[in-house]
T-cell receptor
Framework: GEDVEQSLFLSVREGDSSVINCTYT??????LYWYKQEPGAGLQLLTY?????DMKQDQRLTVLLNKKDKHLSLRIADTQTGDSAIYFC???????????FGTGTRLQVFP | DTGVSQNPRHKITKRGQNVTFRCDPI?????LYWYRQTLGQGPEFLTY????????KSRLLSDRFSAERPKGSFSTLEIQRTEQGDSAMYLC??????????FGSGTQLSVL
């Protein structure tokens, strides 16, 4: 995860919006992803964005991509306790098929 | 769609023993990936198959690690002469294209 950086923790109150941020370094990234991981579980694909887009909305989730600043964010509207998990951003690069993951942001939602 | 299946869910072994994990991808997914995740870190790429061909291997994959996908369906990951540093969650993923990878629940390896 050395090329993809995320803040480690985020704590929000139930019902508020959460914004999880990610920065990456490779301008050749083709797709950028957000995955969710609950304790002891695998990774669940939440949403992804193609690098020629700057925004994607999917129900409570909004992804913003600032390609100039190499910055990706995930906004979760009306955050619920069930959203508590670790969120990973990831990128694919150019012709490769592997995902490069960030270190993850632990989201804690309190009542 | 039964999802990506990994077995076993947990494996405890003594240092020096060999272990083998299995991954059954989503049917008709021709791409299969192995990742390793240690506590507090994001998953790290290990290797990737397209059908039965192993197309890429990470430098993380030492000579003690070998992966196979003999018929282009399920895959196995073997670790020989395990070391304590091999303790991690081993994740498998599959996809049709490189656009969306679907992950299994992983195999948690503990080397004592």
């Amino acid at each position: 995860g050395e090329d993809v950086e995320q803040s480690l923790f985020l704590s929000v109150r139930e019902g508020d919006s959460s914004v999880i941020n990610c920065t990456y370094t490779d301008s050749s990234s083709t797709y950028l992803y957000w995955y969710k991981q609950e304790p002891g579980a695998g990774l669940q694909l939440l949403t992804y964005i193609f690098s020629n887009m700057d925004m994607k909305q999917d129900q409570r989730l909004t992804v913003l991509l600032n390609k100039k600043d190499k910055h990706l964010s995930l906004r979760i509207a009306d955050t619920q306790t069930g959203d508590s998990a670790i969120y990973f951003c990831a990128e694919t690069r150019g012709n490769t098929d592997k995902l490069i993951f960030g270190t993850g942001t632990r989201l804690q939602v309190f009542p | 769609d039964t999802g990506v299946s990994q077995n076993p869910r947990h494996k405890i072994t003594k240092r020096g023993q060999n272990v083998t994990f299995r991954c059954d991808p989503i049917s008709e997914h021709n791409r299969l990936y192995w990742y390793r995740q240690t506590l507090g870190q994001g998953p790290e790429f290990l290797t990737y198959f397209q059908n039965e061909a192993q197309l890429e291997k990470s430098r993380l994959l030492s000579d003690r690690f070998s992966a196979e996908r003999p018929k282009g369906s399920f895959s196995t990951l073997e670790i020989q002469r395990t070391e304590q540093g091999d303790s991690a969650m081993y994740l498998c993923a599959s996809s049709v294209t490189n656009e969306k990878l679907f992950f299994g629940s992983g195999t948690q390896l503990s080397v004592l």
